[in-house]
């Protein structure tokens, strides 16, 4: 049985790989928010295997005990916080995307209740009624 930390990396995890899943079927057809970690180097393929790498390490973080789950929690977010940054980079000061706030703003949003959940403890199970 999953705890709540456990749910939450599961879910999330799903989340993530499904959204690196969808990068490499349907890519974005609109790169302008990302276009400073492209011209890095790293192409988009690359960061939708990202994607799903950090999400399937979540999700297999998500069966283990309360303390040997903590590698999901920096997974979730290694790679959520460098697209938020492009996104909000791209807004401003770059100004090659006019709406780049607002994707930026939702991962950051998605971002707050990992950092969360990441310092929550499992309440303790009750014991089993006989």
Do not use: H
């Not at 999953?2 to 899943?21: D, E, H, K, M």
């Not at 302008?32 to 970690?37: A, D, E, P, S």
């Not at 283990?64 to 791209?90: C, H, K, N, Q, T």
């Amino acid at each position: 049985m999953l705890g709540r930390r456990g749910a939450f990396l599961a879910s999330f995890g799903g989340l993530w790989a499904l959204y690196g899943y969808g990068q490499l079927v349907e890519p974005l057809p609109d790169t302008r928010g990302i276009q400073l970690l492209l011209q890095r180097g790293i192409p988009l393929d690359a960061w939708a295997l990202g994607w799903i790498i950090c999400g399937l390490t979540a999700m297999v973080c998500a069966v283990l005990p309360e303390g040997r789950d903590w590698l999901g929690f920096p997974a979730l977010l290694l790679i959520v916080v460098p697209w938020m940054l492009a996104y909000f980079v791209s807004w401003w000061p770059l100004g090659d995307n006019a709406r780049g706030w607002v994707t930026a703003l939702i991962w950051a949003v998605a971002a707050v209740p990992v950092i969360v959940v990441a310092g929550w403890r499992e309440p303790p199970r009750p014991k089993k009624l006989e």
